[in-house]
T-cell receptor
Framework: NAGVMQNPRHLVRRRGQEARLRCSPM?????VYWYRQLPEEGLKFMVY????????ESGMPKERFSAEFPKEGPSILRIQQVVRGDSAAYFC??????????????FGQGTRLTVV | DQQVKQNSPSLSVQEGRISILNCDYT??????FLWYKKYPAEGPTFLIS?????DKNEDGRFTVFLNKSAKHLSLHIVPSQPGDSAVYFC?????????????????FGKGTKLSVKP
């Protein structure tokens, strides 16, 4: 049973380019969370998605950032017109659906985004 | 506004002794508390959790204590082993009431780096 898969593991983008980060949840999990970890910081919540539905995006920056979790395929975190301050490790986690209390979420290995 | 605080950025302990990692929180709506362990270049790994209606949960060498009146929890590792050396994150679950509280977001502290010396 594969865990949460994130790709790419490392991503380098020039300022102004777009970054797309992918997350495939664990088998049977229909809920996905995205977190960002800046250097020397903890994990900051960004967005919580169910398939085809955004449940909570209170941690997402208002501009340039968007997330989706389509019916088919992985969840995508998209950052447009990247700036140096976007350089961070982005982690995805998944959990089962509403009928199960998500007292634990399983994390992927993260995507390290570097903006040059 | 940091709702989950880990005030010690690092902790060094001798192998075989007890490690105590502390965590404070401010939001009384949190209903579950969790500890995650993280190695460099890897994602966090779930360790142990505790419901807000309990004051202690034990799993092998790991015990989590919750003092709800003080809004404080701690993770005890006994005995500590060199392989326990990692960054430990405290997390609290904020339920989303629109979904009957069955789901929630995890709010993380900044982590404590534990070093267990042989």
């Amino acid at each position: 049973n594969a865990g949460v898969m994130q790709n790419p593991r490392h991503l380098v983008r020039r300022r102004g380019q777009e970054a797309r980060l992918r997350c495939s949840p664990m088998k049977g999990h229909s809920h996905v969370y995205w977190y960002r970890q800046l250097p020397e910081e903890g994990l900051k919540f960004m967005v919580y998605l169910q398939k085809e539905n955004i449940i909570d995006e209170s941690g997402m920056p208002k501009e340039r950032f968007s997330a989706e979790f389509p019916k088919e395929g992985p969840s995508i975190l998209r950052i447009q017109q990247v700036v140096r301050g976007d350089s961070a490790a982005y982690f995805c986690a998944s959990s089962p659906g509403f009928r199960v209390r998500n007292t634990e979420a399983f994390f992927g290995q993260g995507t390290r985004l570097t903006v040059v | 506004d940091q709702q989950v605080k880990q005030n010690s950025p690092s902790l060094s302990v001798q192998e075989g002794r007890i490690s105590i990692l502390n965590c404070d929180y401010t939001n009384s709506m949190f209903d579950y508390f969790l500890w995650y362990k993280k190695y460099p270049a890897e994602g966090p790994t779930f360790l142990i959790s505790i419901s807000s209606i309990k004051d202690k949960n034990e799993d092998g060498r790991f015990t989590v204590f919750l003092n709800k009146s003080a809004k404080h929890l701690s993770l005890h590792i006994v005995p500590s082993q060199p392989g326990d050396s990692a960054v430990y994150f405290c997390a609290a679950r904020r339920p989303i009431m629109n979904y009957g509280g069955s789901q929630g977001n995890l709010i993380f502290g900044k982590g404590t780096k534990l070093s267990v010396k042989p």
